[in-house]
């Protein structure tokens, strides 16, 4: 009998790659007769729990029906909030050739430079237009938004100045988002906020002496309620007060403005949201930041620079990596991991498509409007508060109540207004802004206008104030104004990277598993990319139901009380777990609970996380198997005392094993009054089989860009939910422009984070069902154990579990490898390239390792030709043992190889077509990376940061092949 059931289409049967034969095939290589077998092999009894509670699995076409029903519920309004988002129209060529394009959304942060020029090349195009903009020197690859963006500025200037100071200036006129997340930042490490006016900073009656406490102050150019402000005179004073000097700025506003740099400004921080980027409902965004080249080393997130390859090419990698979290922990620059590449790519793009005469053009419409409507409110007799402006007004009423008057009349004409305070309204223009647009808005105000159509938009920049430095004068700001060009363009750069269109890419603790179409379309429906994060409640209803009913599932998934998707990266939800556990203690009293124990073996992000949440770290052991040393943890425990806040883990662990051991550590921490925070890196391991909230953790963050199918992007966007027990749950995440009165304050610029792909998870829980997403945990722990299987006698495998199995990933281990041959993990890595494959995770969390994850998604045939790949190096590594090659003049030294090192002279004692084709198969697919093995060294030593052309960089950096 086949029931209508029977023969539906699953979406599962999509998203995981092994047919029923191969895995069937996998499970006889592994050793073990069913799943059933290898999972009560690979995870403890003691915590299974396979229970649950969803709804049964949607189709694809079911779930977009089910996912448009919550769309059709919210009111997309033309939104003049502002706030520091502008509604702005994405480049359609750049809509469908990057956001919509799996060769840009499904790569990996840029790690491995040699297949990743493509899309390094556009960041280094958007740190480009940052720097001209802003006028400073270097601008990082993105930040998570503005607020974030804020913060990460305040805690720089803290580390450059010199000397115990504790004191960060913030003028009063900012966005409130802004200042919220500011408190969140500065409370748990000593800061102390002086929020006021510019008097405060030369007032005698200051709690502490500014000249001596005084590290940082934070202006806003143009301000939260839209003046234009010279703020030369006020920075000379910060810096008269031995601080630095931040600018929030608008990177629309700077195409008309004096930059920040010519004002004096140390730092400039904020969003190139409007530069081509929904809204999202408040992101994902780019944040940017750009400084001073003395502050390069304490800058935040990444930073792409220039550097060599050894053909003597011109080449492009990530610089000063070693500032970095992963290497540094808890002396690290920041706790941010994940950050907005694919939004600063588009916002890049948007900026070369444009040019400098179209962003002129948008800027001087833009300003234009808003000069028309603030004179033709004033020449009515409406109280506008600044006389200047660039695309935000501010109207004061008489009435203290008429803000809520002029606000509804505004809905009824369409249009949604900044409700300031009970007597203020503000509105922002933007690039969408019509003539139309501006008459129904000043009849709002009771004020009519019926020729804006035909008014000089001319605009009035304040006298002194105005732009004079040349505007992008970049090659690629000048040289892709047709669609053919730019079409064209996308396609060389996409050309030049490895992403999952073409390959698996098996970084262990990343989760590169299928981002499926099915999933991303939504993302671009108006009804959820074109609403503003400030918008009334009553016209996101379907948003917040969709977003409510991803939380409870991610809660029941987890095992917690309840989950917040305000983080919008991972390294967000490890900070709001941690100030949830700190804020815990202080509410009980137990403030001097501060002690967060972390193993050896973590991420390098929760040891920063801790810091920047107030505690103290101190690391714990691992034993010769990987798992806690539970004697140095007892020892540690007992030296802790009444001081011990909690511990970190990573479960499944960093090492890839279920170690057995999880509750009783649990226990312990619990037993001495500490809270037990569990990474959820590694949930795609867990999903539908444990659930860390019901085996001993209070807290945790998720990876929505893993576990639940958001695409990596090159490097971003992630949201990073955190779950918490009961007892947390009054400390989870505040609202950002709510009144401040909850426990912990915000840690990102919007209420939901980055709302605009939460669309993405939402479809594959749904699609997937429970029974979909349990079996797509076995599988990832078949694929894992096959890869393992396959390669442990060729490259031993590093850790197992108590039965000899392995989690979702696995290391393999290179060090005697490298100690006989001199063979190293980079060697290896860079050979892979050839086999056109991604390296997996090089040197952690064990140095002289590779940590390989293939994921549910990989087909038998995937997996086999990886395995493959990897069995073929290991027999060139033998021939290096035997001495029948010299590993300096070897196709692993000299790896990975360009078409233009096969088509010159050629010297090397191995033939081209090893170097090209070391297996047959790859004469069907072959990939080229465009540049040899690159010097990153070279780059760090001469930092260039920014764009032309790369041939132009030719000469400066002395560009001669390396003699190898």
């Known amino acids: 009998m086949s029931t209508f059931h029977d023969l539906t289409e699953q979406f599962a049967d999509r998203h995981i790659g092994p047919r029923p034969d191969d895995l069937a095939a996998m499970l006889d290589a592994i050793g073990v007769d069913s799943v059933e077998q290898l999972i009560d092999e690979t995870i403890p009894a003691s915590i299974r729990d396979d229970a649950l509670d969803l709804p049964d699995a949607l189709g694809e076409g079911a779930a977009l029906e089910r996912l448009r029903s919550y769309a059709d519920r919210n009111q997309v309004v033309t939104s003049l909030i502002g706030l520091g988002y502008a509604d702005t129209v994405v480049p359609p060529v750049v809509l469908r050739n990057v956001l919509e394009n799996p060769a840009w959304y499904t790569a990996y942060t840029p790690y491995q430079p040699e297949i990743s020029q493509g899309r390094l090349e556009t960041l280094v195009n958007y740190q480009t237009m940052v720097c001209d903009l802003t006028g400073l020197d270097l601008a990082n690859s993105s ?197 907005q590449v694919l939004l600063a790519n588009m916002a890049g793009l948007y900026a070369s498509w444009h040019g400098p005469d179209g962003l002129r053009r948008i800027a001087t419409r833009v300003h234009g409007l808003t000069v028309v409507a603030a004179e033709a409110l004033r020449d009515a007799g409406r109280s506008v508060r600044h006389g200047t402006w660039f695309d935000t007004v501010t109207v004061d009423l008489a009435d203290e109540c008429a803000a809520d008057a002029v606000v509804a009349a505004a809905l009824d004409h369409g249009l949604n207004l900044r409700r300031v305070d ?84 098996p ?217 918490v027990r009961e007892h947390l749950v009054p400390f989870l995440p505040g609202d950002p422009l709510g009144d401040g009165a909850g426990a912990v304050g915000p840690v990102s610029a919007a209420r939901f984070g980055s709302a605009g792909i939460l669309p993405i998870p939402w479809m594959y829980i749904a699609m997937m069902g429970a029974d979909g997403l349990r079996r797509a945990t076995e599988h990832a722990i078949v694929a894992a154990n096959y ?43 860079k050979r892979l390239i050839d086999y056109g494959f991604h390296a997996p995770t090089m040197s952690f969390p064990v140095a002289g390792t590779l940590m390989i994850e293939p994921t549910e998604s990989e087909e038998r045939v995937e997996l086999d030709r990886f395995c493959d790949a990897m069995v073929a190096i290991r027999g060139e590594i033998d021939r290096i043992a035997d001495g029948a090659e010299q590993l300096e003049s070897s196709a692993l030294r000299m790896a990975p190889h360009t078409a233009d090192d096969l088509i010159g002279e050629w010297e090397r004692p191995y033939s081209r077509e090893s170097a090209a084709y070391p297996l047959p198969s790859l004469r069907q697919t072959k990939y080229f990376p465009p540049v040899s093995r690159i010097d990153g060294a070279y780059g760090d030593r001469h930092l260039v940061c920014s764009c032309e052309p790369l041939e132009s960089y030719a000469s400066d950096l002395l560009l001669t092949p390396t003699s190898r």
């Not at 850790?799 to 060090?815: K, M, N, P």
């Open 143 to 339: 930040l998570l938004d503005e607020a974030t963006a804020a913060a990460e500025a305040m805690a720089l200037a803290r580390r450059t100045v010199r000397g115990d100071r504790s004191t960060f200036f913030v003028h009063h006129d900012v966005h409130p988002q802004t200042l919220a997340v500011l408190r969140t930042r500065a409370e748990p490490t000593g800061i102390r906020l002086l929020v006021g006016d510019l008097d405060d900073l030369e007032r005698d009656d200051q709690d502490v002496d500014l000249a001596g406490d005084l590290f940082g102050a934070l202006f806003s150019y143009p301000t939260s309620t839209g003046a234009v402000t010279d703020w030369s005179a006020s920075i000379e004073r910060v810096h008269e007060l031995g601080a630095l000097a931040v600018v929030a700025t608008d990177l629309l506003a700077c195409v008309l403005l004096r930059s920040p740099g010519e004002l004096g400004a140390d730092v400039a921080i904020g969003s190139a949201q409007r530069f081509g980027v929904p809204l999202g409902f408040g992101g994902p965004h780019a944040g940017f930041m750009a400084v001073k080249t003395s502050a390069a080393r304490a800058l935040p997130g990444r930073l792409v620079g220039v550097s060599t390859d050894t053909g003597g090419r011109p080449a492009l990698r990530l610089a000063l990596q070693t500032r970095e979290q992963h290497i540094r922990r808890e002396k690290a620059t920041s706790n941010i991991c994940t950050a």
């Open 422 to 505: 009970g007597s203020s309204v503000g509105f922002t223009l933007d690039e969408t802004t019509t003539p139309d647009v501006v008459e129904r808005l000043l009849v709002s105000f009771g004020v009519d206008r019926a020729d804006v159509a035909t008014a000089d938009l001319a605009g009035a920049v304040p006298a002194g104030l105005e732009r004079t430095a040349p505007l992008l004068p970049q090659a690629a700001f000048n040289s892709y104004h047709s669609e053919h060009e730019m079409l064209r363009y996308l396609r060389r750069l996409a050309d030049r990277d490895l992403a999952l269109d073409r390959t698996m890419i």
């Open 507 to 723: 970084l262990g603790s990343c989760t590169m598993k299928l981002n499926a179409t099915s999933e991303m379309e939504p993302i671009t429906w108006p009804e959820f990319g074109s609403i503003h994060p400030a918008a009334p409640d009553d016209q996101t209803v379907g948003y917040r139901e969709m977003i409510a009913e991803l939380e409870a599932w991610l809660a029941e998934i987890t095992g917690y009380a309840a989950v917040s998707v305000q983080p919008n990266a991972g390294s967000q939800g490890e900070f709001a777990g941690l100030l949830a556990i700190r804020a815990y203690h202080r509410d009980r009293g137990d403030d001097q609970r501060t002690i967060c124990l972390i193993p050896s073996s973590a991420h390098g992000t929760n040891a920063a996380s801790a810091v920047m949440a107030g505690l103290d770290v101190v690391v714990v052991a691992c034993d010769a198997d990987g798992n806690v040393d539970l004697a140095d943890l007892d020892a540690k425990i007992d030296a802790s005392g009444d001081r011990l806040a909690g511990i970190m883990i990573t479960y499944p662990s960093t090492h890839g094993v279920f170690e057995t051991e999880v509750q009783a550590i649990c226990a312990k921490v619990h037993d001495a009054g500490g809270q037990v925070y569990v990474d959820g890196a590694n949930l795609n391991a867990m999903v539908g089989l444990a659930r860390p909230g019901r085996f001993g953790a209070d807290v945790s963050h998720l990876n929505l860009h893993k576990t639940f199918c958001i695409p990596h992007g090159g490097g971003g966007p992630g949201v990073g939910p955190v779950g």
């Open 787 to 829: 890869v393992a299987t396959r390669l442990d006698a060729h490259f031993p495998v590093l850790y197992t579990g108590a039965s000899g199995r392995v989690a979702h990933e696995c290391i393999i281990d290179l060090r005697e490898i490298t100690k006989t041959t001199g063979v190293t993990v980079d060697d290896v890595a």
